[in-house]
């Protein structure tokens, strides 16, 4: 199984809603990340996590708020969004976080903030 | 600091033919890795193939294959006998040995038309 899920795979929510973005993965990698995208842009990274512990924070706003509960499991938490951050939002998971290890991306959340 | 270039935004190949699509990079480091990835417009980014710095073949997979000429410092992706599923946005990557946590630097993609 050389899969990673997410969920929901569209999101619409308002700038005062709390909201959360579900990753998941059976591959029994330790590294996770997550991804933004605009359109017409390349992958931007905002998290990795590395054997269930926060290891990059690309100085995203507090507003996303992510947690890994399990070494298969990767959430980004929404609160207080602006419509700026309108994206596809992609997780992506990998052997581990050193070495060649390609990383697998699921489908992706596209959030629209109204 | 690492930079990935891909200097064409778009372009068209007719099914059947052969495509290139060019990556230039600039780092620092002796020891990185180069990536391609495909993306459709359903949004998955889809692993294509990976080539080592150290790597002294070119590297294929299928229908793909990397002309890697490292003293230029490109890694061009090559894709042979064009279908129209191959129509999508591709992404050249990298990964250099230092970067903490995995992180990949992305080129602007090319997006890639097939025409029947």
């Known amino acids: 199984d050389t899969e990673v899920t997410q969920t929901p795979k569209h999101l619409v929510m308002g700038m005062t809603n709390k909201k959360s973005l579900k990753c998941e993965q059976h591959?029994?990698?330790?590294?996770m990340y997550w991804y933004k995208q605009k359109a017409k842009k390349p992958p931007e990274l905002m998290f990795v996590?590395?054997?269930?512990?926060?290891?990059i924070n690309e100085s995203v706003p507090s507003r996303f708020s992510p947690e890994c509960p399990n070494s298969s499991l990767l959430n980004l938490h929404l609160h207080a969004l602006q419509p700026e951050d309108s994206a596809l939002y992609l997780c992506a998971s990998s052997l581990a976080s050193t070495g060649r290890d390609e990383q697998y991306f699921g489908p992706g959340t596209r959030l629209t903030v109204t | 600091a690492q930079k990935i270039t891909q200097t064409q935004p778009g372009m068209f190949v007719q099914e059947k033919e052969a495509v290139t699509l060019d990556c230039t990079y600039d780092t620092s480091d002796q020891s990185y890795g180069l990536f391609w990835y495909k993306q459709p417009s359903s949004g998955e980014m889809i692993f294509l193939i990976y080539q080592g710095s150290y790597d002294e073949q070119n590297a294929t997979e299928g229908r793909y294959s990397l002309n890697f000429q490292k003293a230029r410092k490109s890694a061009n992706l090559v894709i042979s006998a064009s279908q129209l599923g191959d129509s999508a946005m591709y992404f050249c990557?990298?990964?250099?040995?230092?970067?903490?946590?995995?992180?990949?630097?992305f080129g602007g993609g090319t997006r890639v038309l097939v025409k029947p």
């Open positions: 591959m029994g990698h330790r590294a």
């Open positions: 990557a990298m990964r250099a040995s230092r970067a903490a946590g995995n992180k990949l630097t």
């Open positions: 996590y590395s054997y269930e512990k926060l290891s």
